[in-house]
């Protein structure tokens, strides 16, 4: 146990019974001020506790006030709302009909409830505000005003987008062998060969063959459009500029399947019959097809695809004997499954094509028959003035602020010659005249 010594005391010790001393001293001062630490810190918790528990019982209290407050109120709530129901008191709509009736009339009447309107001044119809005006004949009086012109409306209404009539265009670039147009000429050798292989016995002369090459060519045409704006188009409303460009550029990509149709149609072979088809003396559609597709491959071509107006299809396919029945039913011989011809286990598809007459159609083997090139880029140029047929008259031009914008895009098609027969466009019409059997 340590015991504190006097000045006295210390200064006889010696320097090692003082450090001794110094040591002893300073545990026991450490322990001394902890114990005192610990007594303070237990204490305030002691005090805060108390405070703590005080605090939440008068919280209590208050909220135990509030709450039979409330369900004081609520009562006197319920009360006060089966007596307002219970009573006749009028709407604040009514009252309002009331005191403009009054206005109009110049009787006047007591004002009920506590409601109170200016009638010193009389309302006339014409002082209701509305979208567009209202005629006597929908609104009692003189009618309404309108006060939101046509503009104002323009201006806060809803755009929903571009809308303008379809062209049809043709399903023929999808039939046919595209290749890119990178070249400004498109090239194939047509190749015909003289000659056959024979069996041949022991020092008979062997037969002679020989091939000749002949090259067809087709160059590159654009399809194009041209269009012109002023200046001020341009920089005020450059939404509907680049509208424009995209409008346009639709038309120039439209176009391209039909024009490669209209060269198809015009390289294509006409239907050449052989005398034993003319089997029925009243051929159908059904026939004509049936008669066009055993030719193609009479002629060593496989059929890809049948096209037809979709009007023509639709007489096909819903066409019925006389007492009702479709003869495109299953169990024919030649039948229309789905959008497809079943031609002795082999479908061939139809394709719907609009830009084709109602009696037109295009067959054979189209993809190893017709050759397509397409380039890649659409061309889209910009230059100032016009350069049309007028373009050196003086009044055109920058001059009067004509930009010229012009869109195009290069193709070409060739159907070689060695293959042309195994394509066939004709007419329904004319191909039944041909197979028709003789009386």
């Given at each position: 146990?340590?015991?504190?010594?006097?000045?006295?005391?210390?200064?006889?010790?010696?320097?090692?019974?003082?450090?001794?001393?110094?040591t002893e001293k300073a545990a026991h001062e450490t322990?001394?001020?902890?114990?005192?630490?610990?007594?303070?810190?237990?204490?305030?918790?002691?005090?805060?506790?108390t405070d703590l528990d005080k605090t939440i019982a008068e919280k209590q209290k208050e909220v135990d006030t509030l709450k039979e407050t409330v369900e004081t109120q609520g009562v006197k709530i319920v009360e006060l709302s089966k007596s307002t129901s219970e009573g006749k008191m009028d709407s604040l709509e009514n009252l309002f009909k009331e005191k403009y009736d009054e206005a109009v009339s110049g009787e006047s009447h007591t004002v009920k409830e506590g409601f109170s309107m200016d009638t010193s001044k009389a309302i006339a119809s014409t002082d209701v505000m509305s979208v567009n005006t209202i005629n006597s004949t929908d609104f009692p009086a003189a009618g309404s005003t309108g006060v939101v012109g046509a503009g104002v409306q323009t201006l806060m209404g809803r755009l929903l987008g571009y809308f303008g009539y379809r062209s049809p265009a043709s399903k023929i670039l999808d039939l046919v062998d595209v290749q890119p147009m990178d070249s400004a000429v498109l090239i194939v050798i047509n190749e015909t060969v003289t000659g056959t292989a024979e069996i041949t016995t022991e020092c008979k002369l062997k037969p002679i063959v020989k091939e000749t090459f002949a090259t067809q060519e087709k160059s590159a045409e654009p399809v194009a459009v041209m269009w012109f704006t002023t200046t001020k188009l341009r920089r005020f409303?450059?939404?509907?500029?680049?509208?424009?460009?995209?409008k346009f550029s639709e038309l120039v990509n439209d176009k391209l399947p039909n024009v490669v149709?209209?060269?198809?149609?015009?390289?294509?072979?006409?239907?050449?019959?052989?005398?034993?088809?003319?089997?029925?003396?009243?051929?159908?559609?059904?026939?004509?097809?049936?008669?066009?597709?055993?030719?193609?491959?009479?002629?060593?071509?496989?059929?890809?695809?049948?096209?037809?107006?979709?009007?023509?299809?639709?007489?096909?396919?819903?066409?019925?004997?006389?007492?009702?029945?479709?003869?495109?039913?299953?169990?024919?011989?030649?039948?229309?499954?789905?959008?497809g011809l079943d031609w002795g286990g082999v479908y061939i598809p139809i394709i719907k094509d609009s830009t084709l007459g109602v009696d037109e159609f295009v067959t054979g083997d189209i993809f190893s028959t017709v050759k397509v090139g397409v380039d890649s880029v659409l061309m889209y140029m910009?230059?100032?003035?016009?350069?049309?047929?007028?373009?050196?008259?003086?009044?055109?031009?920058?001059?009067?602020?004509?930009?010229?914008?012009?869109?195009?895009?290069?193709?070409?098609?060739?159907?070689?010659?060695?293959?042309?027969?195994?394509?066939?466009k004709d007419t329904f019409t004319n191909v039944k005249t041909l197979i028709t059997k003789a009386p």
């Open positions: 146990m340590f015991v504190k010594k006097t000045q006295a005391q210390i200064n006889a010790m010696t320097d090692a019974e003082a450090d001794t001393y110094a322990q001394e001020n902890k114990a005192a630490i610990d007594s303070a810190v237990k204490a305030g918790v002691e005090a805060l506790k409303f450059p939404a509907l500029v680049n509208r424009m460009v995209q149709l209209d060269a198809v149609k015009a390289g294509a072979s006409a239907f050449t019959p052989v005398a034993a088809l003319a089997i029925n003396s009243n051929p159908n559609n059904y026939d004509a097809m049936g008669a066009v597709i055993a030719t193609v491959e009479n002629l060593g071509f496989n059929v890809s695809a049948f096209m037809m107006n979709p009007i023509a299809w639709r007489n096909m396919k819903q066409e019925k004997t006389a007492d009702g029945v479709y003869t495109l039913q299953n169990g024919q011989s030649v039948n229309i499954l789905q959008n910009e230059t100032d003035g016009r350069t049309d047929a007028v373009a050196t008259n003086a009044a055109t031009g920058l001059s009067r602020n004509i930009r010229t914008h012009v869109l195009e895009k290069f193709f070409a098609v060739i159907i070689p010659d060695a293959t042309k027969i195994g394509l066939v």
